[in-house]
C-alpha cells in the first residue's frame, strides 16, 4: 500500500481520494469500510458505541446507527446501487479483563452486531470480517487499488 495517510480518528467518518490510504486503529471500537470498486471510491469510520443514548443529536461516527448513513452520504450512493458495494468490518474487540460478565453485554460484541445488523439491513454484502477476541487492529484501504488490509496486534498486559 503506496499513498499518503489518512488517518480516521474515533468518532470520525471519511471518505478517501485516489491517492489515499485511510487508516484506522480499533481496540473495541469498530471500523466500517465501504468499498464501491465501480466508481473507484472509499470511505471508512471508526464508531465508538452502537448507539446513542435517547434523544442524543446525530454525529458522524460516534455511533454505528449515524456512521452507516454517514458513510452512504459521503460516497455519494443511492440506495438503488448499494449492492454494487463491499464493506470490511473490524475491531470489536474485548480490550479490558473482566471479573464477571459485562451485565449489558461487551461493547465491542454490540459495536459488531450493530455493523452488520444495519450493512444488511441496507444490502451490502461484507466481504471480509476480522472481530471480536482481545487484540486490537489496525483496518486500512488503499483508494487506488480499493485493496484492504487489517493487521492484528496483542493487547499490553
Known amino acids: 500500500m503506496n499513498g499518503r495517510d489518512v488517518h480516521v480518528r474515533m468518532c470520525e467518518a471519511r471518505v478517501g481520494h485516489a491517492d489515499e490510504i485511510l487508516r484506522t486503529t480499533l481496540g473495541s471500537c469498530v471500523g466500517i469500510g465501504l468499498l464501491w470498486r465501480e466508481r473507484q471510491r472509499c470511505a471508512l469510520a471508526h464508531c465508538l458505541l452502537p448507539e446513542p443514548p435517547g434523544d442524543a443529536a ?69 466481504v471480509h470480517t476480522d472481530t471480536g477476541g482481545s487484540n486490537g487492529r489496525q483496518l486500512s484501504i488503499d483508494c487506488r487499488t480499493q485493496h484492504y488490509a487489517v493487521r492484528t496486534f496483542e493487547r499490553l498486559h
Open 58 to 126: 446525530p454525529t458522524a461516527a460516534k455511533y454505528v446507527t449515524d456512521a452507516v448513513p454517514t458513510l452512504l452520504r459521503l460516497i455519494g450512493i443511492e440506495p438503488a446501487q448499494h449492492g454494487q458495494l463491499e464493506a470490511v468490518v473490524a475491531g470489536g474487540a474485548c480490550m479490558v479483563r473482566h471479573d464477571r460478565p459485562a451485565p449489558y453485554g461487551l461493547i465491542g460484541e454490540q459495536n459488531t452486531e450493530m455493523a452488520q445488523r444495519l450493512l444488511a439491513a441496507a444490502g451490502i454484502r461484507v
